[in-house]
């Protein structure tokens, strides 16, 4: 063989790895893998908060998530991303009827939570009360907000770090759950 | 006024890099002197407009200037005046800016201390220089400059820099950093001048040493500082969590490290050399990929900066131009011929090579968990994303280092040409013996377990540190005192003692950490205490402090050790005004024996926290190993032979070379 071929290697591999890369610019940052991808919901069940006309302060547990697609979104009224996605999801949730979305309040203060909620209206069915973040660790929250859609039979099928917004909601949200039914 | 000014230097910078890309090259290869010589002084006046840019930034930032969008983005009134300086590369503009005025710091210092090299090689390496300045100059200024302002509606205020980055490591971190990456861009040069030239001889690889060494040293130190960064500032008590921004850092720190050992065989034998240049072309390359990697946002870490695929592909770009054209010349110019001088399997050269193949196969397995989650998903599509985390690391990366540290033991014996195997065992006998009893031993007593992993580390540490003594006792045997032999030696083989012993301290500090470390997640009511051996952890409560620009929870942890007081641990969360985030501030008592690490998680109502509480025994020799290892890189540079006045020439090519100029010894590191 000829020697001088060989010192094409290099090269050779540089353009694969560089066509990765140009690979890897075009995609969605937000979207981050999650230990939990295709797994099933950690076992929990804590109270949730009643607000306005819900008083219904009965605990959820996994069990209660199971039946339907449900979408996850931990916030907090700490956090200012948080109220920046409120009114879309408010809008989201008016729109798509056959999804459950579920409320995580993470490590705040249930008063302000309440008052959040009676005041911007509420994209949720049920508002789970994470008081201390336990439930935070268990799906490996880097920090609010971040949303969850899980399928009918309890397994986390996507996370979403970060705002969600219509255009968000359309390019990565829909296909999932669309592939999903 | 003063941000034009900055602005104007910068732009006066592109002018004359652009003048180095093409004067002294074209000089070069029209044999025009005078050409030539402008390489020194436009190098000059690079430095002087790049120094007086980042002046006029970090101005901006003691001035609180908001009008300009990087220091409003960066920095705010309230923020002390050592970070507002820091600041000054706390974002992805100004680090950039730091990058590329380090990178002018180089050949300002390659233009300095190169009295010995003949002008055209000089020339030639300064031009190449001058094509990655001019490169990065102008991608600061089409997308990235932080010299932008807001006139009108000028911010009252700023938003703050990252509270993770308001600490003592940001300071002193990024800047050694870069200069051990951007430092890697003098080897680069030098490899694609020889190659220009076609002068691939061990009169290059003397010259490319000291600067290798240079580099390296300082990324050693660089790594070194943001594990020691992560460690006391995360507040998990890890150092190293094989994120992909450490690993791009990691990565040319271990092709340089192979490069150093490469560069000794190619000055010393005249081997080797097509595989050379490919290391130098690599260590820069992979630099290259770090600045890529940080800032496209491409691959998710803790430490990227902010996400533009648009900056991703200016840097896309670069790298195709430097990276590519640099393999297509290697392709067409790197020697096939076989090194004229022969050695045998157990020879040093053959040593040098086994090392060689295992740190650029530990690259290689670096760089494919770094990728493989892009890998992955081109592959399998965007639904099936994974992470790679440390185990992946951990199983491949550990064995390769263990595997090297037993033939650092064999090779530190090992002869140029030829090594009898009778004469490496009579040599390694009794230190493998020795270490194999100590390295046991030692540890089932202080442990009283018998733990394998750990007892593995302890025998390659001192397998590696016996080793050393040994040969340090023989060489200096033939003196009639210690001391006297010791002066005899060179100071680049004392530096290459100094680096190995690093190494061995770095192994036991990561392996006995990692398997004796004791962590506890705790819930503390006041006056509440944990045992950990014969430590009392007493905590006392938490009360509320002001800071310049945060509040904190402050805890107070009374440590007892055997009954008796030993010392107070404060460890913090901080709230911080501008950002509303939360940052852990641990409180670590250091030891060199052991470190006592404690963190403050969340309140749990009736006065009782969650405290995080670790017992890390030998933590810190992480890092002291890291410190031998680039003061061993810094005592290799001064040594006399890379300072000679004359180049000692062993090729034929070289003889023609008119190097008598110099009238000083000049090449020192500058450090």
Same mark, same amino acid.
């Given at each position: ?6 010192? *094409? ?44 006309? *819900? ?12 039946? +339907?697609?449900?979408? *996850?979104?931990? &916030?907090?009224? &700490? ?22 979305? *579920? ?29 201390? +973040? ?34 968000? &909601? ?12 | ?63 609180? !200037? ?15 005046? @050592? ?122 690889? @003397?010259?490319?040493? $000291? ?36 690993? %791009? ?19 010393? /034998? ?24 940080? @800032? ?16 991703? #592909?200016?840097?896309?770009?670069? #790298? ?39 740190? %650029? ?11 493989? $989650? ?6 399998? =599509?965007?639904?099936? @994303?994974?992470?790679?985390?440390? $185990? ?25 040409? /030829? ?51 040994? !040969? ?80 904190? !929870? ?32 641990? =409180? ?12 403050? =998680? ?7 926290? %969650? ?5 890390? $025994? ?20 001064? !040594? ?32």
């Amino acid at each position: 063989m000829n020697k001088r071929a060989l010192l *094409i290697i290099p090269g050779v591999f540089f353009m694969l790895m560089l066509g990765l890369l140009l690979f890897g610019l075009g995609r969605n940052p937000s979207m981050v893998p999650s230990a939990l991808t295709n797994r099933p919901l950690p076992e929990f069940s804590l109270p949730s908060l009643n607000y306005g006309s *819900i008083q219904d302060i009965s605990q959820v547990s996994t069990e209660d998530l199971k039946g +339907g697609i449900s979408i *996850i979104n931990f &916030w907090a009224t &700490w956090c200012p991303p948080c109220h920046i996605e409120h009114p879309y999801l408010v809008e989201i949730s008016e729109r798509e009827q056959e999804l459950t979305f *579920i409320g995580v309040n993470y490590k705040d203060d249930l008063d302000e939570a309440r008052l959040f909620l009676e005041e911007k209206g509420s994209p949720f069915e049920k508002v789970i009360i994470d008081l201390n +973040g336990r439930l935070g660790i268990d799906f490996g929250l880097a920090g609010a907000p971040e949303t969850f859609i899980v399928d009918s039979a309890g397994i986390i099928r996507y996370r979403h770090v970060g705002v969600i917004n219509h255009q968000i &909601w359309e390019e990565t949200f829909e296909p999932v759950i669309s592939r999903i039914n | 006024m003063i941000p034009e000014l900055g602005n104007f230097s910068l732009i006066l910078a592109f002018c004359l890099a652009s003048l180095l890309v093409i004067i002294p090259m074209a000089g070069a290869i029209t044999n025009n002197q005078l050409w030539m010589s402008l390489s020194r002084p436009l190098s000059t006046g690079i430095w002087v407009f790049m120094a007086l840019s980042f002046a006029c930034l970090a101005y901006a930032f003691l001035n609180d !200037d908001f009008s300009v969008n990087y220091v409003a983005r960066n920095s705010n009134s309230l923020l002390p005046d @050592r970070y507002k300086f820091a600041a000054v590369w706390g974002g992805h503009e100004g680090s950039l800016l730091l990058w590329v005025l380090i990178l002018a710091c180089w050949s300002y210092a390659v233009s300095l201390f190169s009295k010995n090299l003949p002008m055209d090689i000089l020339a030639r390496v300064l031009s190449v220089m001058g094509i990655i300045i001019v490169a990065f100059l102008l991608f600061m200024l089409l997308t990235s400059n932080p010299f932008e302002r807001t006139l009108l509606n000028t911010p009252l205020d700023g938003g703050d820099l990252n509270p993770l980055l308001q600490d003592f490591g940001l300071i002193v971190h990024p800047p050694f950093l870069y200069m051990g990456y951007v430092g890697f861009s003098v080897a680069f040069a030098f490899a694609i001048a020889a190659l220009l030239s076609g002068r691939l001889d061990a009169a290059w690889a @003397r010259w490319t040493r $000291p600067w290798t060494n240079a580099a390296w040293a300082f990324l050693s130190i660089g790594i070194a500082l943001g594990s020691w960064w992560a460690y006391y500032e995360l507040g998990w008590g890890g150092w190293w969590f094989w994120d992909p921004v450490e690993n %791009v850092s990691f990565m040319p720190w271990l092709v340089g490290t192979a490069l150093i050992h490469s560069l000794a065989v190619t000055e010393k /034998r005249g081997v080797f050399k097509s595989w050379t240049v490919l290391l130098a072309i690599a260590a820069f390359s992979l630099s290259l990929l770090g600045a890529f990697i940080v @800032r496209s946002g491409v691959l998710t870490s803790v430490h990227a900066f902010a996400v533009d695929p648009e900056r991703g #592909m200016v840097l896309l770009t670069i #790298m195709l131009i430097v990276i590519g054209s640099s393999l297509l010349l290697y392709a067409i110019r790197a020697p096939v011929v076989k090194g004229s001088a022969s050695y045998t399997l157990t020879s040093r050269e053959v040593f040098l090579l086994i090392n060689n193949i295992i740190l %650029v196969v530990a690259t290689a397995a670096v760089l494919l968990g770094t990728l493989y $989650p892009l890998i992955h998903e081109a592959i399998y =599509g965007e639904a099936n @994303r994974v992470s790679i985390g440390p $185990p992946y690391f951990n199983t491949v990366f550990v064995p390769l280092m263990g595997l090297l540290a037993f033939v650092l033991g064999i090779g530190t014996f090992s002869r140029w040409k /030829r090594t009898s195997v009778a004469y490496l065992k009579q040599q390694l006998s009794k230190i493998l013996i020795a270490s194999l009893a100590f390295g046991i031993i030692i540890p089932v007593i202080v442990t009283s377990e018998f733990n394998i992993s750990a007892i593995v580390a302890v025998v390659l540490a001192l397998w590696i540190v016996f080793s050393i003594a040994k !040969d340090i006792f023989d060489k200096t045997s033939n003196k009639e005192t210690f001391i006297k032999g010791l002066k005899a030696l060179s100071l680049s083989y004392l530096g290459m003692q100094f680096a190995h012993f690093g190494m061995a301290v770095t192994i036991l500090g990561v392996c006995l950490t990692s398997h004796y470390s004791v962590e506890r997640d705790v819930r503390l009511a006041p006056g509440e205490s944990e045992i950990i051996g014969s430590y009392e952890f007493v905590f006392e409560g938490a009360t509320l402090q002001q800071g310049p620009n945060y509040q904190a !929870d402050r805890a107070v942890i009374q440590v007892l050790r055997n009954g008796e007081d030993y010392i107070t641990l404060e460890p913090e969360k901080r709230l911080y005004f501008a950002t509303g985030a939360v940052q852990t501030e641990a =409180g670590i008592d250091v030891g060199l024996f052991r470190d006592l690490f404690t963190a403050l =998680g969340d309140e749990r109502g009736d006065g009782s926290w %969650v405290v995080r509480i670790h017992y890390k $025994p030998f933590v810190l020799w992480i890092w002291l190993g890291a410190l031998f290892m680039a003061f061993g890189g810094v005592l290799a540079i001064t !040594d006399k032979r890379y300072r000679s006045k004359k180049i000692i020439s062993d090729s034929k090519e070289t003889t023609k070379v008119k190097a008598n100029r110099s009238t000083k010894p000049e090449l020192v590191a500058q450090s």
